[in-house]
């Protein structure tokens, strides 16, 4: 059964750092794109950032210059470095991935939290 599991959220303070992991596993073909999405309460999920399989990477405007994505293709793993934190980034973070198993479809991971407070 191919599954995506992340870790890495938890509580920090404004200013402070978090690194996400997103590693997938199973019976995987071939891996395209990967990315982060997140979900504030009471809002709609929005991309965070994404990286093809060849390292292109795009971010959200609210990110830019704060968040990093990265991934290790022999790993399977797609990471999410976050800085300068700020409170509106508290939310749900769900990594995604392009994958080909018996057919390609977009998977998703069960969500890791992130709260940003003081």
């Known amino acids: 059964q191919v599954q995506l599991v992340e870790s890495g959220g938890g509580l920090v303070q404004p200013g402070g750092s978090l690194r996400l992991s997103c590693a997938a596993s199973?019976?995987?073909?071939?891996?395209?794109?990967m990315g982060w999405s997140r979900q504030a309460p009471g809002k709609q999920r929005e991309l965070v950032a994404v990286?093809?399989?060849?390292?292109?990477?795009n971010y959200a405007d609210s990110v830019k210059g704060r968040f990093t994505i990265s991934r290790d293709n022999a790993q399977n793993t797609v990471y999410l470095q976050m800085n300068s934190l700020k409170p509106e980034d508290t939310a749900v973070y769900y990594c995604?991935?392009?994958?080909?198993?018996?057919?390609?479809?977009?998977?998703w991971g069960q969500g890791t939290q992130v709260t940003v407070s003081s």
């Open positions: 995604n991935a392009d994958m080909t198993v018996h057919v390609r479809r977009t998977y």
């Open positions: 990286i093809t399989s060849g390292g292109r990477t």
């Open positions: 199973g019976s995987i073909f071939s891996i395209n794109a």
